[in-house]
């Protein structure tokens, strides 16, 4: 089982998880003689209070329901030994230590960063950069020549000026000259932000490596970062399979043309943008930043805009055609607001090697671990050989692998496990170098990993938090696998059952009347007079826009498709019969529709609605199982205790 396909139910099972008891005894209700108490209930209560918090009493009875429900589900699925099962097991430890991620970690250093980070992205700079391109694991005379050749740059650079070195030394290949723009914090690796960042404008910076090579970085401007930008628009995109579409670039200039008349954008978004989920919300989009579209176009456009109500000329993107009004511009959230995003943030990016030193430094003084490397490394020293740099080399047969070597807390480390680690780790050995320095390296290596490990081993017992979290993960992965198992696959392979279900519930699957129509869109009413008399006499649209627009105004926009009541350009309440109907008032403008043919409501067949059968179908037996789950595991609520919890959370 993929940890992904898990997200899910595991987020609707987190509703209902807990971890533990309280001290209240009192036991709300028992599932086969197994009390559930009144604390968890209430405390899984509170902590979703915000979906429940408006509801009536009546509310909390059905929360029973789910509860009872849900450990019915947990009953079961132990019953049926899934908690000892091997995918079970092995899904719930890498959970565990994807998890353990976000606890093992220095807060103080966290925080400075997470500081420095929203300093960062709340300002842009704009530099241009050099880089003498070496390798990671270069020979130490390679890298020697690529500090000296970058220093010399520098020199230059000092002298001649930057720009014109910087286009003359470029090759593309070992020395690279770039103009970068501008970015702000997170865009760059971490060490050429920070050279970025920390150098005056003006100035060029001291030489400095990252993992492509030796850089040197002069920076022309710093400014307060631009923020988000919230804009809507309307999107005219081509419709290649159908032959009678107007061009798109038609299209969105006639709709341009009845924006620059003082037309609604809003109402002209609903009526014509190509882009469905914007267009019920008038065009408006979700708030983005420099640098977040995959259109620079769109980008450049939207924040170009200066006031809000400001509107684009039309222009192309790789989706399409667009018009764009600005909405509202909005500065960087503050610190607090922001905070979340950038601790993730944090952890991800190059800057984690930072905590992670403080972690270890940390660990090492809660568990004793001195920083004088153990006596037995000297021993390691003796049976290493230059197999090891081709990574052939073997463990001596003769190892003493019982011998005590590192000792973290409790546990006790011994040759054989840093035997069997620096084994382990040749692969990883390219660069040669003194065994003395080799061993010493893969110790450091091998406290880490042992020390995290340890910390990692005992973190359920050591944070009440982390142990929450566990409970309710390992609490959602065994239903996750009890419902696979019972119900999804079951019903989704059982095909008489659900061809049996699909027969006895046809009248559920039934495609709505639609209508074949011309819709015709103006803000002028007495346009769509003179536009319905032309319908009627069934002239074509071309003609009829050639009447009715003229180059500088457009005064009608048409909208044909095969429509059911739901479409965007219907008016509420049409009747749909044959023929050209009244006017109506929709979405800001007027609307007149032809109706060229009613298409009834009509039977779909199964392989039309499949997918919603088979869910019709799941739900329904999921129902009979609880019921069966019921009786084979008794259900007796204290109904005085479920009294008293009502009262408690109502008077909350």
């Known amino acids: 089982m993929k940890l992904n396909n898990l997200l899910t139910l595991f987020f609707a099972f987190l509703f209902f998880s807990i971890n533990g008891q309280t001290n209240d005894k009192k036991a709300l209700f028992t599932v086969d003689?197994?009390?559930?108490?009144?604390?968890?209930?209430?405390?899984?209560?509170?902590?979703?209070?915000?979906?429940?918090?408006?509801?009536?009493?009546?509310?909390?009875?059905?929360?029973?329901?789910?509860?009872?429900?849900?450990?019915?589900?947990?009953?079961?699925?132990?019953?049926?030994?899934?908690?000892?099962?091997?995918?079970?097991?092995?899904?719930?430890?890498?959970?565990?230590?994807?998890?353990?991620?976000?606890?093992?970690?220095?807060?103080?250093?966290?925080?400075?960063?997470?500081?420095?980070?929203y300093d960062r992205v709340s300002h842009d700079v704009n530099a241009n950069h050099i880089l003498v391109k070496v390798d990671e694991n270069a020979e130490p005379k390679d890298t020697l020549a690529a500090y000296n050749k970058i220093l010399k740059l520098r020199e230059r650079a000092l002298s001649e000026g930057f720009e014109k070195l910087r286009e003359e030394v470029h090759n593309g290949q070992t020395v690279f000259g770039e103009k970068l723009g501008y970015f702000s914090g997170f865009r760059m690796v971490y060490k050429f932000e920070n050279a970025?960042?920390?150098?005056?404008?003006?100035?060029?910076?001291?030489?400095?490596?990252?993992?492509?090579?030796?850089?040197?970085?002069?920076?022309?401007?710093?400014?307060?970062?631009?923020?988000?930008?919230?804009?809507?628009?309307?999107?005219?995109?081509?419709?290649?399979?159908?032959?009678?579409?107007?061009?798109?670039?038609?299209?969105?200039?006639?709709i341009y043309k009845k924006v620059e008349q003082?037309?609604?954008?809003?109402?002209?978004?609903?009526?014509?943008?190509?882009?469905?989920?914007?267009?019920?919300?008038?065009?408006?989009?979700?708030?983005?930043?420099?640098?977040?579209?995959?259109?620079?176009?769109?980008?450049?456009?939207?924040?170009?805009?200066?006031?809000?109500?400001?509107?684009?000329?039309?222009?192309?993107?790789?989706?399409?055609?667009?018009?764009?009004?600005?909405?509202?511009?909005?500065?960087?959230?503050?610190?607090?607001?922001?905070?979340?995003?950038?601790?993730?943030k944090v952890k991800r990016d190059s800057r984690s090697q930072l905590i992670d030193e403080a972690l270890i430094d940390k660990l090492k003084e809660k568990y004793q671990i001195s920083n004088t490397p153990p006596v037995g490394l000297e021993y390691f020293v003796s049976i290493l050989n230059d197999d090891y740099f081709s990574r052939t080399w073997k463990l001596p047969e003769n190892l003493e692998a019982e011998i005590p070597f590192l000792k973290i807390g409790d546990k006790q480390l011994t040759f054989g496990d840093f035997a069997n680690y620096l084994e382990s780790q040749q692969r990883n050995t390219t660069t040669k170098m003194s065994f003395n320095k080799l061993?010493?390296?893969?110790?450091?290596?091998?406290?880490?990993?042992?020390?995290?490990?340890?910390?990692?081993?005992?973190?359920?017992?050591?944070?009440?938090?982390?142990?929450?979290?566990?409970?309710?993960?390992?609490?959602?992965?065994?239903?996750?696998?009890?419902?696979?198992?019972?119900?999804?696959?079951?019903?989704?392979?059982?095909?008489?059952?659900?061809?049996?279900?699909?027969?006895?519930?046809?009248?559920?699957?039934?495609?709505?009347?639609?209508?074949?129509?011309?819709?015709?869109?103006?803000?002028?009413?007495?346009?769509?007079?003179?536009?319905g008399k032309l319908l009627q006499k069934d002239m074509a649209l071309d003609e009829i826009k050639s009447l009715v627009n003229s180059n500088d105004s457009v005064e009608v926009i048409f909208t044909s498709d095969i429509m059911d009541a739901n479409h965007q350009a219907l008016p509420e309440g049409l009747d749909f019969k044959k023929g050209v109907s009244k006017i109506y008032k929709h979405n800001g403008a007027y609307v007149i529709v032809k109706i060229k043919e009613v298409l009834p409501e009509a039977q779909k067949t199964f392989e039309e609605t499949k997918g919603l059968v088979i869910a019709d179908y799941q739900n329904e037996k999921e129902e009979n199982w609880l019921k069966d789950l019921a009786k084979k595991y008794p259900v007796k609520v204290n109904q005085e205790v479920f009294d008293a919890v009502k009262n408690q959370l109502k008077n909350k």
């Open 196 to 254: 970025a960042f920390n150098t005056p404008v003006g100035e060029i910076s001291q030489p400095f490596r990252t993992r492509f090579g030796y850089h040197i970085v002069n920076v022309l401007d710093k400014r307060k970062s631009k923020g988000e930008v919230t804009v809507a628009h309307i999107m005219v995109v081509e419709k290649p399979n159908d032959s009678l579409a107007e061009k798109p670039e038609n299209r969105i200039q006639d």
């Open 33 to 117: 003689n197994e009390p559930v108490y009144a604390s968890e209930f209430i405390k899984v209560y509170k902590k979703n209070l915000d979906l429940v918090q408006d509801e009536s009493q009546k509310d909390v009875d059905e929360y029973l329901k789910l509860f009872t429900n849900y450990k019915l589900k947990l009953k079961e699925a132990k019953t049926l030994g899934l908690h000892e099962d091997a995918n079970y097991l092995r899904e719930l430890n890498n959970y565990k230590k994807q998890l353990a991620k976000n606890y093992l970690t220095d807060s103080q250093v966290t925080e400075a960063l997470v500081e420095e980070a």
């Open 439 to 531: 061993v010493s390296n893969k110790y450091e290596g091998f406290l880490k990993q042992s020390l995290i490990n340890y910390q990692e081993e005992n973190l359920e017992n050591e944070n009440q938090d982390y142990a929450d979290i566990v409970t309710e993960y390992r609490d959602g992965l065994l239903l996750f696998e009890l419902m696979e198992n019972t119900i999804w696959n079951v019903a989704s392979t059982d095909t008489v059952a659900i061809d049996n279900y699909y027969e006895a519930n046809k009248s559920k699957y039934v495609s709505p009347e639609r209508i074949d129509a011309v819709v015709a869109s103006s803000s002028k009413q007495k346009t769509l007079k003179k536009v």
């Open 262 to 344: 003082g037309e609604d954008f809003g109402a002209l978004a609903k009526q014509f943008s190509d882009d469905k989920n914007s267009a019920v919300k008038e065009g408006v989009l979700a708030p983005f930043s420099s640098g977040q579209l995959r259109a620079k176009e769109f980008e450049d456009v939207a924040f170009a805009l200066v006031n809000e109500g400001d509107v684009s000329e039309p222009f192309k993107t790789d989706y399409g055609w667009h018009i764009v009004k600005l909405i509202k511009k909005n500065p960087v959230p503050d610190f607090e607001t922001l905070k979340p995003e950038l601790v993730n």
